[in-house]
């Protein structure tokens, strides 16, 4: 029998479309860093919105494809749509060119200097998906990844990538390894069984919880000094104050008594996450309504 036709819908949901929830607040504060010295006609910021989301979507279509084998063998990850036929692989091809070249066509459309930087910045993010297979610091490379958006958000909207950007870029980036952590738990036997490297098959699972907290309260510290260096002002730091908030919370939620229950991180993921990006992000818009 045919393997039924893929939908977008289908695409939609292996390359988790809606989680672009997580990421476009962060752009935001990115743009409220730089809002004093930036182009912020509307143009250009959907320029910059497109980017953010076109990158995304390459990375995760490219991490699907990537791991479609171990994800097969693997029970957790047996039912993504690229392993049940769902998606077909020439769809998975197809929307990981057709993001890359939105995200590279967008870049140059901003500047030429942006359009210079598409191509390397791509090269960064796809290939996060093959880290796994040689190092036990992939969510580091992952964090890296991530570092790139605030300080690519300013490079588009000023020419340039001040300090106070560059730190922001460092507290998402730790903020988003310390999460893949956690994640990443759930295949602990998995990934040793199947000679891949993360920091949890290397360092046990107290390692990697050790690894999570240092990574998030370097995020705190990290978001909480980028207002101040661009001289915003106690909204930002209220929005920080409420992002240190809920990390504790998820730490505490998804690992009670510093042991990990992993049936927790499906809220951990969409509730606490999603909340702490969203409010720091109406924080740090609310601050540039007080201050412009």
Same mark, same amino acid.
């Given at each position: 029998?045919?393997?039924?036709?893929?939908?977008?819908?289908?695409?939609?949901?292996?390359?988790?479309?809606?989680?672009?929830?997580?990421?476009?607040?962060?752009?935001? +504060?990115?743009?409220?860093?730089?809002?004093?010295?930036?182009?912020?006609?509307?143009?250009?910021?959907?320029?910059? +919105?497109?980017?953010?989301?076109?990158?995304?979507?390459?990375?995760?279509?490219?991490?699907?494809?990537?791991?479609?084998?171990?994800?097969?063998?693997?029970?957790?990850?047996?039912?993504?749509?690229?392993?049940?036929?769902?998606?077909?692989?020439?769809?998975?091809?197809?929307?990981?060119?057709?993001?890359?070249? &939105?995200?590279?066509?967008?870049?140059?459309?901003?500047?030429?200097?942006?359009?210079?930087?598409?191509?390397?910045?791509?090269?960064?993010?796809?290939? $996060?998906?093959?880290?796994?297979?040689?190092?036990?610091?992939?969510?580091?490379?992952?964090?890296?990844?991530?570092?790139? &958006?605030?300080?690519?958000?300013?490079?588009?909207?000023?020419?340039?990538?001040?300090?106070?950007?560059?730190?922001?870029?460092?507290?998402?980036?730790?903020?988003? +390894?310390?999460?893949?952590?956690?994640?990443?738990?759930?295949?602990?036997?998995?990934?040793?069984?199947?000679?891949?490297?993360?920091?949890?098959?290397?360092?046990?699972?107290?390692?990697?919880?050790?690894?999570?907290?240092?990574?998030?309260?370097?995020?705190?510290?990290?978001?909480?000094?980028?207002?101040?260096?661009?001289?915003?002002?106690?909204?930002?730091?209220?929005?920080?104050?409420?992002?240190?908030?809920?990390?504790?919370?998820?730490?505490?939620?998804?690992?009670?008594?510093?042991?990990?229950?992993?049936?927790?991180?499906?809220?951990?993921?969409?509730? $606490?996450?999603?909340?702490?990006?969203?409010?720091?992000?109406?924080? &740090?818009?609310?601050?540039?309504?007080?201050?412009?």
């Amino acid at each position: 029998m045919a393997r039924p036709a893929t939908t977008v819908a289908a695409l939609a949901r292996m390359v988790r479309l809606s989680h672009s929830l997580f990421a476009l607040p962060f752009a935001v +504060a990115a743009v409220v860093l730089v809002a004093r010295d930036a182009r912020l006609d509307a143009v250009r910021l959907g320029l910059v +919105a497109l980017c953010v989301v076109a990158a995304r979507t390459a990375a995760m279509a490219m991490n699907r494809i990537a791991d479609r084998r171990f994800d097969a063998q693997n029970p957790r990850t047996a039912r993504r749509e690229l392993v049940t036929g769902e998606v077909s692989p020439a769809a998975a091809w197809a929307l990981l060119l057709g993001a890359s070249g &939105a995200f590279v066509l967008s870049a140059a459309l901003i500047s030429p200097l942006t359009g210079w930087l598409a191509a390397p910045v791509l090269a960064i993010l796809l290939g $996060y998906s093959f880290a796994k297979r040689f190092t036990w610091a992939c969510h580091l490379w992952l964090g890296v990844a991530q570092m790139l &958006a605030p300080i690519g958000v300013a490079i588009a909207l000023t020419g340039a990538a001040p300090l106070p950007s560059v730190v922001l870029g460092l507290g998402v980036g730790a903020w988003i +390894a310390g999460f893949d952590l956690f994640w990443s738990l759930q295949d602990v036997e998995f990934d040793r069984g199947a000679g891949l490297h993360s920091i949890p098959a290397r360092f046990g699972v107290a390692g990697a919880l050790a690894w999570a907290r240092g990574l998030h309260l370097l995020a705190v510290v990290a978001v909480t000094a980028a207002g101040p260096l661009a001289g915003r002002g106690p909204l930002w730091l209220v929005g920080s104050a409420v992002l240190g908030g809920v990390l504790l919370l998820e730490h505490r939620h998804v690992a009670p008594g510093g042991t990990l229950d992993p049936t927790r991180l499906n809220v951990a993921f969409f509730d $606490y996450n999603a909340f702490a990006s969203v409010a720091f992000a109406l924080c &740090a818009l609310g601050d540039l309504w007080l201050a412009p």
